[in-house]
């Protein structure tokens, strides 16, 4: 079955400890996306990568980190600069810029 | 500045009625709007689209219209089932980003 997987997730991280979200899917899309969901909003763009081994920020992408070594990965870091990084992080793919497949997704706290 | 708003956090509609959800957007230069459905603990999943060059797109009891006019689009549910209970997104598509709302919670009682 083809889809989407994230790892772990829940996941619990001590302040100032970097912790690295994983996603790997196998639907062969060329782009992956991460956002992050805090209650009463919507789900917000950290990254995005449209091709291997290239990947942009989003619109809040300070205090993350990503990389695209192959196309099936996007491994998103959330790093000890990250002011509030307890939330709801979900990972999606697509091909082109339309319908996008998302992950189960990971809820992140920091204790 | 929310380019893409859903104004009601909430909606509850009885079993069998239709449910509609609004959605307003600020930037002319959407071309491609969607809905997503999330339930609780999981990713929100694809429900239904609609280009900028049409005003209407339906699939079985989900319909959703566009108004570009007024920027606004709306999706309707007829008829709203229990299952239909979820939280709803709205998205909009300019260039390689997608914006998406808030949400509106759904409940459809029996």
């Known amino acids: 079955d083809g889809g989407i997987t994230q790892s772990p997730k829940y996941l619990f991280r001590k302040e100032g400890q970097n912790v690295t979200l994983s996603c790997e899917q196998n639907?062969?899309?060329?782009?992956m996306y991460w956002y992050r969901q805090d209650p009463g909003q919507g789900l917000r763009l950290i990254y995005y990568s449209q091709i291997v081994n290239d990947f942009q920020k989003g619109d809040i992408a300070e205090g993350y980190s990503v990389s695209r070594e192959k196309k099936e990965s996007f491994p998103l870091t959330v790093t000890s600069a990250q002011k509030n990084p307890t939330a709801f992080y979900l990972c999606a793919s697509s091909i082109g810029v339309n319908e996008q497949f998302f992950g189960p997704g990971t809820r992140l706290t920091v204790l | 500045d929310q380019q893409v708003k859903q104004n009601s956090p909430s909606l509850s509609v009885q079993e069998g009625r239709i449910s509609i959800l609004n959605c307003d957007y600020t930037?002319?230069?959407?071309?491609?709007f969607l809905w997503y459905k999330k339930y609780p603990a999981e990713g929100p999943t694809f429900l239904i689209s609609?280009?900028?060059?049409?005003d209407k797109n339906e699939d079985g009891r989900f319909t959703v219209f566009l108004n570009k006019s007024a920027k606004h689009l709306s999706l309707h549910i007829v008829p709203s089932q229990p299952g239909d209970s979820a939280v709803y997104f709205c998205?909009?598509?300019?260039?390689?980003?997608?914006?998406f709302g808030a949400g509106t919670r759904l409940f459809v009682k029996a």
């Open positions: 998205a909009a598509v300019g260039g390689f980003k997608t914006i």
């Open positions: 639907l062969n899309h060329d782009a």
């Open positions: 609609i280009s900028s060059i049409k």
């Open positions: 930037n002319s230069m959407f071309d491609y």
